[in-house]
C-alpha cells in the first residue's frame, strides 16, 4: 500500500463507522502483488524458471499443496510481475546478450476455473501466447496444437505458461495441459498448479514444488496485511487475528473467509470494529471442509444467481432440494424454471459446492428428504454477488 492509499483510508473515516473498506483486500479469492512470507518457495520457482532469464526453456514444473497454502498466490503474483517487466499482457524477457526473437521468453497465465473444458483450456493457453486473436468458432480442439505449432515455428518466440486450479471438479487436468503443451516441446513450458499430490497424477510430473500449509505465525502476518489494506483502521485487534490464524489450521483462504464475514456481520451491525460476537460468526460461517470462495465466484452466472437466491431462502424452504428449487425459481432475478434449478442443484452439491443432509422429517412416507446448505463462505459470497450486481 502506497502513500495515497493510507491517506485515502483516513479520509473515508468522516462517512461513519465502516469496517470494510476494500473488500478486494480482504477477499480470499484476490490476491496481492507481494505475498507475506513466501520468499523461500519464491526462490525455488525462479530456481526452476532460470533458463528463462538466459533466454532457453525451462523446465516443465508442477506446483502443488493443500487448499490455502497460497500456490495460487505465489504463482499469479509472480507470472504478474514478469508479465509486467515489458508493460504489457504479453511481457517477454530480453536476454543482455541476444535481442532477436529466439532469445525472447514469453509468460502467459491461465485460471482453468475459466476454462473448464479441454477446447477453452487450448484457446486460453493460445490466447495468452499469440499476437492476433484466436478464433472461437469454426476451429476442431486438435487444430489449437497446430495453430500453436505455426506460431512458434514462425515466430521463433519461446514461452512459460502458468495453468492454476488444474484438478478442481470443473476444471482439466495437468494430462491435458500437457498433452497439449508437449507437442511443441522445447520452446513451450508449463507451469501446473493444483492440489493433487505428485504421485497421484498420471503422468507423474519429473520436476515439483510442493508447499506446505502455512504456519500459525505465517497466517497472522498475513491476516494483518490484508486487513490493514482492507478493513478501517484499528478494527481487527491482534488477539482477533491470532485467534483466526490458529483455528483455520494453515489455511490461509479460510483465515481470510472468516475476517471478511466478522467484518460484514460487523458492517450489518452498524459496528466500527470487529467484536467478539462479529469474529464468532465469521469463523461458523465458514464451513470445514470449505469449497473454495474464488471457485463459487468462476461459476457460470446462472449458477451463481440460483446460489444467491438460495442463502435468501428460509430453513423450511431448504428442507429439501424439490422445495428449494421452487424457492429459487420463483425468484424474479433467475429466471429459470424450477426443474432446471432442481437439476443445477443437484449438480452443484454432486461438485461439493452445497451439500445435501438428511431433514428430520419422521411423517412416515418414505426416506426423509434432503436439505441443503451451502460448502462455501456464505457472508462472503452474498457480499461479492451483491457489489458485482450493483456495479455499473
Known amino acids: 500500500m502506497d502513500i495515497r492509499d493510507r491517506i485515502a483510508r483516513r479520509y473515508h473515516a468522516e462517512n461513519g463507522p465502516q469496517v470494510i473498506r476494500d473488500p478486494e483486500a480482504v477477499n480470499p479469492a484476490a490476491h496481492v502483488r507481494d505475498p507475506v512470507g513466501r520468499g523461500p518457495v519464491l526462490e525455488r520457482l525462479l530456481d526452476r524458471l532460470d533458463p528463462a532469464f538466459e533466454g532457453t526453456i525451462p523446465p516443465n514444473t508442477y506446483v502443488w499443496g493443500p487448499k490455502g497454502a497460497g500456490k495460487s498466490a505465489l504463482v499469479t503474483a509472480l507470472f504478474g510481475e514478469l508479465r509486467r517487466l515489458e508493460g504489457g499482457s504479453r511481457a517477454s524477457i530480453h536476454t543482455t546478450t541476444r535481442v532477436d526473437d529466439a532469445a525472447t521468453v514469453t509468460f502467459g497465465y491461465v485460471d482453468a476455473r475459466h476454462a473448464t473444458t479441454e477446447f477453452a483450456l487450448r484457446h486460453a493457453i493460445l490466447d495468452e501466447l499469440v499476437d492476433e486473436s484466436v478464433p472461437k468458432n469454426g476451429v476442431s480442439t486438435s487444430r489449437f496444437r497446430s495453430l500453436l505449432a505455426d506460431h512458434v515455428a514462425s515466430s521463433g518466440r519461446r514461452a512459460v505458461v502458468a495453468v492454476d486450479h488444474l484438478g478442481d471438479p470443473e476444471t482439466p487436468s495437468l494430462r491435458a495441459v500437457a498433452e497439449f503443451l508437449d507437442g511443441v516441446s522445447g520452446s513451450v513450458a508449463w507451469v501446473g498448479v493444483g492440489r493433487p499430490p505428485p504421485e497421484e497424477l ?191
Open 202 to 392: 498420471d503422468p507423474s510430473p519429473s520436476e515439483t514444488i510442493g508447499i506446505d500449509s502455512a504456519p500459525s505465525y505465517l497466517l497472522a502476518d498475513i491476516l494483518s496485511d490484508r486487513a490493514s489494506a482492507g478493513l478501517a483502521r484499528g478494527t481487527l485487534d491482534h488477539e482477533a487475528t491470532r485467534r483466526v490464524a490458529e483455528w483455520a489450521d494453515g489455511d490461509a483462504h479460510d483465515a481470510l473467509a472468516a475476517v471478511f464475514g466478522a467484518a460484514v456481520v460487523a458492517d450489518d451491525a452498524g459496528e466500527d470494529r470487529v467484536r467478539s460476537d462479529a469474529l464468532d460468526a465469521g469463523i461458523e460461517g465458514v464451513p470445514r471442509p470449505c469449497a473454495a470462495i474464488g471457485r463459487v465466484r468462476s461459476l457460470p452466472a446462472n449458477r451463481q444467481r440460483v446460489l444467491r437466491e438460495l442463502l435468501d431462502l428460509g430453513a423450511t424452504d431448504r428442507e429439501s432440494v424439490r422445495a428449494a428449487a421452487a424457492g429459487v425459481a420463483a425468484a424474479d432475478t433467475v429466471g429459470l424454471s424450477a426443474t432446471t434449478v432442481e437439476r443445477i442443484l443437484y449438480e452443484l452439491a454432486d461438485s461439493g459446492v452445497v451439500r445435501r443432509v438428511s431433514t428430520d422429517r419422521t411423517d412416515g412416507l418414505g426416506r426423509p428428504p434432503s436439505g441443503l446448505e451451502p460448502c462455501f463462505p456464505a457472508l462472503v459470497f452474498r457480499r461479492l454477488y451483491d457489489l458485482a450486481s450493483s456495479t455499473p
